[in-house]
């Protein structure tokens, strides 16, 4: 039975607090948490101090960090929105996509780089 993975002992519905949205602070699944500080602050139920200790070496995208926890997306998203408002989180937005280069523009610049010799 190694093979198989272990069930929560808590439903993970009830992670959110029976809550239906997540807080003031809006996270996408691609957002690069961080833990504020280096000391897990008393007081935090179980579930969001085992998502502070997991960010305190590092930075983790929501979903990784859900992966890691083993929680669905919108679970973790629920406890890293508290910690983020509670000050223990940090989080940055996603980088956006490049932008389509103008080909054009690139064509220009590379006849102009060639008349430069």
Same mark, same amino acid.
């Given at each position: ?24 602070? =809006? @996270? ?6 961080? =833990? ?18 997991? @960010?305190?070496?590092? =930075? %983790? ?9 083993? /929680? ?10 508290? @910690? ?19 080909? =054009? @523009?690139?064509?220009? %610049? %590379?006849?102009? %780089?060639?008349? /430069?010799?």
């Amino acid at each position: 039975m190694s093979g198989v993975p272990r069930r929560r002992m808590v439903p993970a519905y009830l992670v959110t607090g029976g809550r239906s949205k997540p807080g003031r602070t =809006a @996270l996408d699944r691609l957002t690069v948490l961080h =833990a504020a500080g280096s000391e897990p602050p008393d007081g935090l139920d179980p579930e969001h101090r085992s998502l502070w200790a997991l @960010l305190r070496d590092g =930075a %983790l995208t929501l979903v990784e960090a859900a992966a890691h926890l083993r /929680l669905p997306v919108s679970a973790t998203r629920f406890l890293a929105a508290d @910690l983020v408002e509670a000050g223990l989180l940090r989080a940055r937005t996603p980088v956006p996509r490049a932008q389509q280069i103008d080909r =054009a @523009l690139v064509e220009r %610049l %590379l006849v102009g %780089l060639r008349t /430069l010799r």
